[in-house]
């Protein structure tokens, strides 16, 4: 019999099952156009709505837009529904390191391979703030090329988390892994605690088994409070002398990542894997790639759908994940075309003696002539395509007071584009065109 398949916004295929958890599903998917695999993670937001997940879930997608590194499974995009959130994500193949280890022991070098690149990429989420807070075997992934992929950030944690104490509070974690700090209630470092879970990762994969482990929990959490454990016979010198410096119950002299980059032992065969910053992702600069090799007329940047409909939308308002500056962004949609869209702008601007600068096809910046509060006001809009017959437009303040942008909003450019306007953000009913209501999504 045929598998049952299922188009998401003709874009990807969906295919089979990958597996499912309590909140989710996730499935194999193929990208339409590329005829790329990818894995597609499916929530249903009434269940996570009523199970109290939102945060939890918004904290993932925001975690996984930020860390974007060779040993960190990608985030693709989020799209949605009125019903459910679906996450695309790269499809890694090879299945759970877990499994590996599940079958013995593994050989010292290739230990040693995957412990750098674990290391490689926890180092690269604590430079952007974040601790994963459940690291083990069963959360490294492995693809076709045998290199390791972190995933599941459902429980990491960004630094407005932090107390007032500069400290994480929340138990999380899987006992077996977790740091003897977090276990105390007395607040902890996310970024240290993770270091003890690379400890107990690196012990798992030369031996077997768990440093700490017996069948009644209490006794297994003292061994950890007093980081009880024996390293096999195995063992040796060089990497046992690094997991006594990783399983340090004080996580002040527990060892530092840069310390660790320092240890010989780590070197040996180290091949540092490139890292990419927020502001340099690989699709811009695949798409200056090709815009470099394929002149052609210019189109609007595509508006991620599910960045459209959480914006637009009161239910489920994510946009706050995006970029920083959506807080201080007015938003509408429109029917009209991008051309005509950048028309009517710069005409506004021109209109209320705002100078007017074109930074690239679709975006412009538009700088007040008079000093305010804060010197000169500079605004920058872009249109994004969402579909032919949709687009957004952005405004954002690049510089200048926030109030005299506010007036700006409200005074000077929503009376002035409300006949290309379909939908504020935030507005029930939008400003439409012949008093007509704005279609349903």
């Given at each position: 019999m045929e598998e049952e398949r299922h188009v998401l916004f003709g874009k990807y295929e969906m295919g089979r099952l990958l597996g499912k958890g309590t909140f989710a599903k996730v499935y194999y998917g193929k990208h339409i156009v590329s005829g790329e695999s990818v894995a597609i993670k499916v929530v249903n937001k009434d269940q996570v709505k009523r199970e109290g997940m939102m945060e939890q879930i918004q904290r993932e997608i925001s975690v996984m837009r930020l860390v974007r590194h060779p040993n960190i499974v990608e985030l693709k995009e989020v799209m949605a529904t009125k019903t459910k959130i679906f996450f695309v994500m790269e499809y890694v193949k090879g299945g759970e390191l877990f499994a590996k280890v599940a079958r013995g022991k593994l050989k010292e070098d290739?230990?040693?391979?995957?412990?750098?690149?674990?290391?490689?990429?926890i180092d690269f989420c604590h430079s952007r703030g974040v601790s994963h807070r459940d690291l083990k075997p069963e959360n490294l992934l492995l693809d076709e090329n045998e290199d390791l992929k972190i995933s599941d950030f459902g429980l990491s944690a960004l630094p407005e988390q932090l107390r007032n104490d500069g400290l994480l509070h929340t138990q999380c974690g899987t006992p077996s892994y977790v740091a003897p700090e977090v276990l105390r209630k007395k607040g902890y470092d996310g970024s240290k605690a993770d270091i003890w879970s690379c400890g107990v990762i690196l012990y798992v994969l030369l031996a077997g088994f768990l440093p700490f482990q017996d069948e009644n929990l209490m006794k297994m959490y003292r061994k950890i409070f007093k980081a009880q454990f024996e390293c096999p016979p195995w063992f040796s010198a060089e990497p046992k002398r690094l997991i006594s410096k990783l399983l340090v119950t004080d996580p002040g002299r527990r060892i530092t990542i840069q310390a660790i980059m320092r240890v010989p032992w780590f070197r040996k065969g180290l091949t540092r894997p490139l890292t990419l910053s927020i502001d340099q992702e690989p699709e811009k600069e695949k798409e200056k790639q090709e815009?470099?090799?394929?002149?052609?007329?210019?189109?609007?940047?595509?508006?991620?759908a599910f960045e459209f409909i959480s914006s637009m939308s009161s239910g489920f308002d994510l946009s706050s994940l995006f970029e920083s500056k959506r807080k201080t962004a007015s938003m509408f949609t429109s029917k009209c075309s991008a051309s005509a869209i950048m028309d009517k702008i710069e005409g506004v601007a021109k209109g209320i003696n705002f100078k007017v600068a074109k930074v690239k096809d679709f975006k412009v910046k538009l700088q007040g002539r008079s000093e305010g509060r804060k010197g000169r006001l500079s605004v920058t809009a872009e249109v994004f395509e969402v579909a032919p017959e949709v687009a957004i437009v952005e405004f954002s303040k690049s510089s200048g007071d926030t109030l005299e942008y506010a007036k700006f909003c409200?005074?000077?450019?929503r009376p002035a584009l409300k006949d290309i306007v379909w939908t504020w953000q935030g507005d029930n009913i939008g400003n439409c065109r012949n008093g007509e209501e704005p279609e349903s999504n």
């Open positions: 290739l230990a040693r391979k995957y412990f750098q690149q674990l290391i490689s990429a815009e470099d090799n394929n002149p052609k007329l210019p189109s609007p940047k595509f508006f991620n409200e005074e000077d450019v």
